[in-house]
């Protein structure tokens, strides 16, 4: 059977599954949130989104997909609002295609109002490309989630074609700098200059920062003595089941 329509099936035959990578808080070292990563159990092989979102895209099969993914999220989101009083977001990757789908706004109302929790537990992470892709409606959207309580987020900051002058019309809540900019992150390096820019950037238009792919004690120590509110990445913890992740909340 061709991947595509493997693919279509993955979700009626309950063979997507959500991860969650934890986010550290750097004023207090305390879990935040956790980013939300799909992954397709595939006749027992656990298949990275690397090798199936792009057909997802390009085939539209993103949509479901999507919907799906959010539905799960927060599902996950209720579950542990009521075993635990402590807040944490959950971020979930939107795709081009499924942000510019002439019904995502509704798809996203509904699905927050049927699974009953705080539009705020939930993230939303959008690409630069996304957001370059007509800016009129792209602004007017934003604005529209962010009303309904939602917190929205750059992802791979830096590394897409968004303009500086458009920062400051899109109605966001934060900053994700992409991890190509801390793997190497060194002081006094340009990877160093580049990074201490974009929190800087951030904090002047009132948005918050989180690095991503943060590795050793070191990134993590460089980023907060420059201001970076938020780490994800492997030094912190690797994308759990939910299971793991409910056990992490626990232990931290
Ligand atoms: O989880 P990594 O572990 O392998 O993720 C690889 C890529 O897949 C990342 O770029 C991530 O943004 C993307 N990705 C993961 N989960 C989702 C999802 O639910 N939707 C979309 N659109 N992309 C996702
Ligand atoms: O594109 P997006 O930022 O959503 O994707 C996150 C991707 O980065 C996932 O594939 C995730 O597994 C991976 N990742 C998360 N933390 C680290 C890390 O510390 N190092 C590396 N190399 N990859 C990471
Ligand atoms: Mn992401
Ligand atoms: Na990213």
């Known amino acids: 059977l061709a991947l595509e329509a493997q693919l279509r099936h993955a979700i009626e035959r309950n063979e997507l599954e959500l991860h969650f990578q934890p986010q550290q808080g750097l004023t207090d070292d305390r879990l935040v949130g956790f980013e939300a990563l799909v992954r397709w159990r595939r006749n027992g092989e656990l298949i990275s989104p690397a090798d199936f979102i792009p057909l997802a895209e390009e085939s539209g099969l993103i949509v479901p997909i999507g919907d799906w993914v959010l539905a799960e999220a927060c599902r996950q989101a209720k579950i542990w ?14 795709s081009p295609r499924q942000f510019h789908h002439p019904s995502f706004l509704r798809r996203v109302t509904t699905t927050l109002s049927e699974s009953m929790i705080d539009p705020s537990f939930i993230e939303l992470e959008i690409t630069e490309g996304i957001v370059m892709r007509d800016v009129e409606r792209t602004i007017e959207l934003l604005e529209d989630l962010r009303k309904r309580g939602l917190t929205l987020a750059i992802d791979d900051f830096g590394t897409g074609y968004s303009s500086l002058a458009y920062l400051k019309r899109f109605s966001i809540d934060k900053l994700k700098i992409d991890q190509s900019f801390i793997r190497h992150l060194r002081p006094n390096s340009e990877d160093a200059a580049i990074v201490q820019a974009v929190i800087n950037l951030g904090h002047h238009l009132g948005l918050s920062v989180i690095a991503e792919g943060v590795e050793t004690v070191t990134q993590r120590e460089l980023l907060r003595a420059w201001g970076c509110d938020e780490i994800q990445g492997y030094f912190y913890g690797r994308p759990l089941s939910a299971d793991k992740a409910t056990q992490f909340i626990f232990d931290n």
């Not at 009521?82 to 939107?94: D, G, Q, S």
Request: charged letters at 20%; zero cysteines; hydrophobic letters at 50%.
């Open 81 to 94: 609002s009521l075993e635990t009083p402590r807040k944490f977001v959950i971020a979930v990757n939107i």
